[in-house]
């Protein structure tokens, strides 16, 4: 208890009030997952610069305590928030959402990007430019980071890119004498003690293209040639992969990241998706295999939703993509903090149902109109999977040349969106991801007890796309959900179970299938607290934090100080 006070009262001194949070309900928006994941924190500390984020972590590693990097909270694996009660020390969330920034350099070709920087943002910066970053889509929707990418090596639907990575990085790090340092990988000379690091960046008094170690890899450029490799026995992407796992890159939170360098890649121009539908799935495989050898240059994006996903999206999901329809992605985290805010206003009341306000959000689904174009409802209606193929206009003509003569005498079919099509079809593949999760919260289903969440990178000579339960499985599902980054072979399976249903023996029995047909999981979502993390990954997480102070218990590895 007097250590509990020691911290506080340090952390009041660096902090305002608005900045530390201390009660249990307004913690309750950082201590619980936006799918999964919940646990106890003895604080919530919020700095806004980057030099309150450097106080904030010495105070922590002077006091013994646990620290837990968050920036979004947008993870689908529990893997930024605390995992159940039993650490061996007080966890305080370190929350990095307000510390935002964006430096565009080196003629718009590269980005730094400070730790609370959204993908959206992102992305307006490097608009003038006629620039974009590695990712554009999906997560960006939800204000997922730049940073919590990059520490995640998370996937993303851009073909051409591959997952987020980056060896120039400005990171904290507790060494195993348990002092804090600030290391600058970030290939450009900022001083030498971390207060002078902080500043010179913050203002952006550096020159790039001098340090001696400026070069290196600052996204994946070899991704378009593994993908290709349609022969392969091994997936083209998964997380803990050795060959993007480099300082933050792959950190899972073993380290403060302060700020990431990443390359911009040319804005295309205008665009063409391809809508394609068809009850056969492995007319869907022998597609992907037929596109990947014969496209002279590879699509934007290759997504897949199966009609049952579509489904529970429309139904359940459709104040997602309506939203972003109206409101554009960078009004999400904010609407999602506000609805957050309620739940606890009704919780405190005692007099409504916990779920109320998703209740609210469901009855307005239910009798609002669908908001989808007739064309897709009518492959919708026709077709049991769906796919969606977008890129550059120019490179239209050559996919519809290969699309025609492979669909000849087939069952699939496909058409070619027009304007309004193409946005409906994304929005509902965005929304997609959250469709379980509204599902539940509308029902009042415990998300940690009933909602599984598989996200597998599959072998990319793989012939079969769906995970097919056997009987007794598929028997103790309520309802599912699947979509996925169809090219890469990376299938997002969600299922919802049945009350009386064993999580875990379930998911054992799911795992030991994917094994069988040698997939990697996860695929781009980070090991959180739901997957063991490999030898080989934990031995990486390990050197990166060898007191096991910053996120302890991550993949399923010890709680304990020094990993005991």
Known sequence: MENSSTIIAQLQQILNAEQLLTRENDKAYYTKGFRVGQGQALAVAIPETLLQLWQVL???????????????????????????????????????????????????????????????????ALHPHQKEPHSVIGSSCIGASVVGGVCNNSGGSLIRRGPAFTEKSLFAQINNDGVLSLVNHLGVFLGTTPEEMITR???????????????????????ASVIRDVEANSPTRFNGNAQYLHDSAGSAGKVAVFAVRLSTFDRGDTTQTYYIGTNDEKELVDLRRYLLQNLKELPQQAEYIHRHAFDMTVRYSKHVYWAIDRLGPEALPSLMAKKARWDVRVKKTGLLPLNFVDKVLQTVNNLTPKRVAKR??????????????????????ELQRLLTPFFAGREGQFFACDEREEKDAFLVRFGVGGCTVSYCDSKGIDTN???????????????????????????????????GHFFCFVNHQDYILKAGVDPQVFKHEVLEYLDQRGARYPAEHNVGHQYHAS?????????LDPTNSCNPGIGKTSKNKFWL
């Open 58 to 124: 010495k105070a922590c590693v002077a006091c013994d305590k646990i620290i837990l990097m968050q920036a979004s909270n947008t993870g689908v694996t529990g893997g930024s928030t605390p995992d159940g009660n039993d650490y061996d020390r007080e966890v305080v969330i370190v929350s990095t959402r307000r510390i935002k920034g964006v430096q565009v350099i080196d003629n718009a070709q590269q980005v730094i990007a400070f730790p609370g920087s959204t993908l959206t943002e992102l992305e307006k």
């Open 201 to 223: 960046l913050e203002s952006q008094d550096y020159t790039t293209g001098t340090e001696a170690d400026w070069e290196g890899k600052i996204w994946a450029d070899d991704y």
């Open 376 to 397: 897709i409802l009518d492959y919708r209606d026709q077709f049991e999977h769906h796919l969606m193929i977008k890129t550059e206009a120019r490179h239209a003509p």
């Open 449 to 483: 007890q009933r909602l599984m969440a598989f996200d597998v990178a599959l072998r990319r000579n793989d012939d079969q796309w769906r995970i097919v339960l056997p009987p007794h499985l598929q028997a103790q599902v309520l309802e599912d959900s699947c979509c």
């Open 535 to 543: 030898d080989e990954y934990e031995q990486h997480m390990r050197q």
